[in-house]
């Protein structure tokens, strides 16, 4: 599934919205980027999760990732 997000993504083009769409979706991109930062903000240990992940990960440096990170490696 994830393989079709990718591909639908790739194929967006902004143009096709009209102006008050395109606004539409900038104020979104603007409002979801401050509740991310928000929720970071709140929860510190997401920050402390990822890079202990990302440590595991540039010790091992496991062939499939996807593998390592689904904990069957």
Same mark, same amino acid.
């Given at each position: 599934?994830?393989?079709v997000v990718k591909d639908a993504?790739? *194929?967006?083009?902004?143009?096709?919205? *009209?102006?008050?769409?395109?606004?539409?979706?900038?104020?979104?991109?603007?409002?979801?980027?401050?509740?991310?930062?928000?929720?970071?903000?709140?929860? @510190?240990?997401?920050?402390?999760?990822?890079?202990?992940?990302?440590?595991?990960?540039?010790?091992?440096? @496991?062939?499939?990732?996807?593998?390592?990170?689904?904990?069957?490696?």
């Open positions: 599934m994830g393989e993504q790739k *194929n967006l083009n902004v143009s096709y919205l *009209n102006v008050d769409q395109q606004e539409k979706l900038r104020q979104f991109k603007i409002q979801t980027r401050i509740d991310n930062e928000t929720y970071l903000r709140a929860h @510190p240990e997401v920050d402390e999760i990822i890079g202990d992940f990302l440590r595991h990960l540039l010790v091992k440096k @496991p062939s499939d990732i996807r593998e390592f990170a689904a904990g069957e490696s």
